[in-house]
Structures are given as C-alpha cells and as structure tokens.
C-alpha cells in the first residue's frame, strides 16, 4: 500500500490517486500535476523498490553468519598452530584419528603386508573425506568445509609418524614395526624421513588453509550455516 506522501486527492471526485497519475483513477479527469512532480514521484518510487530486496536480503543473512565463522576460523587457526609450536604434537583429534588408522590394519588385512601396513594412514584420511562427500552431497557447507579442515588435520597427524620412521620416538600400539619405517624402506625413501615428514606436513597445512578460505568465503557471503541436518543460522 502507497503511504500518504505519494497520494493526491482528486479536485473533483475526491479519489485517492499517485502522484504519478495523470488522470483521476475514479471521474478519469485531468489531475493537473505538473510533470516534473510526477517524474519526481516515479523515481522515489524506483528507487524504494531497489532498496527493498538489499534491506530484505541484509535481514535474511545476519551478520552473526560473518562474526561465528571468522571465530570459527581464528579457533581453528590457533589449533594448528599447536603442530607448529610443539613437537610431536598430539591433539584430541588424533584420538578419533588413531582409532580409525588401527582399523584400516584390520580391515585391510588381507591384502598383503604392504596394504594392510600402509592402510593405518589410508584409512585415517579416508575417513573424514568420506564424511566430507557425505556433507557436500547433503549441501551441508559447514559439515563438508570442517571434513576437509579434519582432513588436513589427520595429515599433519602423519607426517609425524613418517618423520619418526628412523628414530622411531613415539610410542607404538601393540608394539611391533613401525609402519613408516617399514613403508619408506619398501619405496626406498628411508634415508629422507624427514623430508618425507615436511612435504606430507604441507600438504596437510595447504588442505586447512584451503578449508579456512571456504569458511571465510560463505562468511562474506553470509550464506546459511548448514552442519549436517542442521541449519544453525
């Protein structure tokens, strides 16, 4: 409904009509507006309707979409720089890591020794790229975008492991080999642990980098924050 500002009463019938009439809408008489008056009226009009959907859309995308994930992102870049700040870091994380890195010796047992070694690490990061299609198939931008954030995280988790392969420091389940030690000498990369350690650490760093890139981006975007079934905000 127009406000009162844009009606004029008709001089002869006394009907409601827009300023940006040139006729009376009821007795069809002449309003005698002058043009420059209508013109006037037809561009305030123009512009209200421009500014309607930006106003619509600010209050459809709140600013706590922009603020949770630049939090999110600060929280998570001070968790990674733990591996920066200690050595042989071990994170709550690498709890649900190892758990499912000892499964991957299971499950792919019976494949040779080769596989079933090297299917500790497989397994690890197939996990969470797994639960990364999951979400991403889902449309769940959040629940995909931390996926790919575990991700890289379980990679900075082996390349601690394959870094220990000659001196062998961190303690082992069950005992026996350890896995990198026995993987790099297959491959004949045994002399370069630590080389090995950096570049699988980078690959790692270069995934979670990438994964705050993607947060930060729906958080210029305001764009809805979907973990899962749930849309938080």
Avoid at 44 to 66: D, F, I, V, W
Wanted: glycine share 10%; hydrophobic share 50%; net charge negative.
């Amino acid at each position: 409904m127009e406000n009162d500002e844009s009606l004029l009463k008709c001089p002869y019938c006394g009907a409601a009509n827009s300023v940006e009439s040139e006729f009376c809408g009821a007795c069809f008489k002449h309003l005698c507006i002058p043009a420059e008056e209508r013109a006037e009226a037809r561009a305030r009009r123009a512009l209200e309707e421009l500014a309607a959907p930006a106003a619509a859309a600010g209050a459809e995308r709140p600013a706590s979409r922009l603020w949770g994930r630049a939090a999110l992102i600060g929280g998570l870049f001070v968790f990674y720089l733990q591996w920066l700040r200690e050595e042989n870091y071990f994170s709550f994380l690498d709890y649900i890591n190892l758990a499912f890195h000892e499964a991957g010796h299971v499950f792919l047992g019976f494949f040779g020794r080769f596989i079933m070694t090297l299917g500790g690490t497989l397994f690890q990061l197939l996990i969470p790229a797994a639960c990364l299609v999951h979400f991403l198939r889902q449309g769940a931008n959040l629940g995909w975008q931390l996926c790919l954030f575990w991700t890289g995280q379980s990679l900075l988790n082996v390349s601690i492991y394959a870094a220990d392969a000659i001196k062998q420091e961190l303690p082992l389940v069950g005992g026996g080999t350890h896995d990198w030690t026995y993987l790099l000498t297959e491959v004949g990369l045994i002399a370069h642990p630590e080389a090995v350690g950096r570049a699988i650490f980078l690959i790692g760093s270069a995934i979670i980098f990438y994964s705050f890139y993607l947060i930060g981006r729906d958080a210029v975007r305001r764009e809805p924050v979907v973990l899962g079934d749930m849309k938080l905000y």
